[in-house]
């Protein structure tokens, strides 16, 4: 049952809300305020102001229809087709991974690594939407570098938010990580390497909140022990790192340790875990050693 005719943008958030409780959403107050603002054009905090204003027919059919598609389980990122990931605004939908603030940890401790290097080249693989490589270009002006993506869906929103932000050249790439890098990439040398690969073991995806579930399994499936990728990553792509360049990745709770080894044994030096906000061990990275002569930092 959708709004009733003449309601006000105060009716029609207090429905969207109940909506969503009933449906068991998580946040259903704050979901109702974004699908209130897409649907009707309310900033949220506006509400108390604005929120004797009859709703149009128009908005109350949206708002109706955002209503019931979050309420179904489809996630609130995609309803909106944008989400704000450390200041940027990305496009994302169907198709790629939803940028998540355990991943500014990733960046931040990226950009700080990177800030003495002049014009560094990053490397970002698995980028999905280009939260990765955006975000730290964003922390550490003068970056430059490549993105590369398998997913064609994942790819249309790559492209799209590289274009956004012109500022920072990152070229999209279209490649498999698992396979390696192309040919023609052999004497490239970066800076750094970063990934928030697909993690999630094979037999834990049915397991995933229904939200979850609707985002792509390309991005979350990580193979049977949820580590192929960090294998791919540190013996297909670490011969792209350069003398004193770091490899960074962002990691599943519980596969810190593991990641770690493997970027011991590949010979990277000085290996780091950096906990999220939320106390997880969420970064791994290592550096590899410096050769005697090195390039001009």
């Given amino acids: ?51 004797d204003r009859l709703l149009t027919e128009r908005e109350a059919a949206r708002l109706t229809a955002a209503a019931e598609e979050r309420a179904a389980g489809r996630p609130l990122q995609y309803i909106l087709g944008q989400w704000d990931f450390l200041g940027l605004t990305l496009s994302v939908g169907e198709g790629v991974l939803i940028p998540r603030p355990d991943t500014e940890r990733l960046c931040e401790w990226a950009a700080g690594q990177l800030s003495g290097y002049r014009s560094p080249r990053i490397l970002d693989l698995c980028a999905g939407s280009g939260c990765v490589g955006l975000g730290v270009a964003s922390l550490c002006p003068g970056i430059w570098g490549e993105a590369v993506e398998w997913s064609p869906e994942a790819e249309t929103y790559l492209r799209r938010n590289l ?33 928030n690969p697909p993690y999630i073991p094979t037999e834990e995806l049915p397991g995933l909140m229904r939200e979850v579930r609707r985002e792509p399994s390309l991005a979350l499936d990580g193979g049977e022990d949820g580590l192929r990728f960090y294998r791919a990553i540190l013996t297909r792509w670490l011969p792209l790192l350069a003398s004193g360049g770091f490899c960074a990745v962002e990691v599943g709770d519980g596969q810190a340790q593991a990641v770690a080894q493997q970027m011991e044994n590949a010979g990277l030096e000085r290996v780091v875990l950096l906990r999220d906000y939320g106390g997880i061990q969420r970064v791994v990275a290592g550096f590899r050693p410096k050769e005697e002569t090195e390039g001009a930092r």
């Fill in 1 to 51: 049952m959708g709004l009733e005719n003449r309601a006000t943008l105060r009716q029609g958030y207090a429905w969207v809300r109940r909506r969503l409780e009933e449906a068991g959403c998580d946040s259903p107050a704050f979901d109702a305020s974004c699908l209130l603002e897409e649907a009707c054009g309310v900033v949220r905090g506006e509400l108390p102001v604005k929120g």
């Fill in 163 to 195: 274009s956004r932000y012109p500022q920072w050249p990152l070229e999209p790439v279209r490649a498999d990580v698992l396979a390696g890098p192309p040919q023609e990439w052999g004497g490239r040398r970066y800076e750094a390497i970063l990934s």
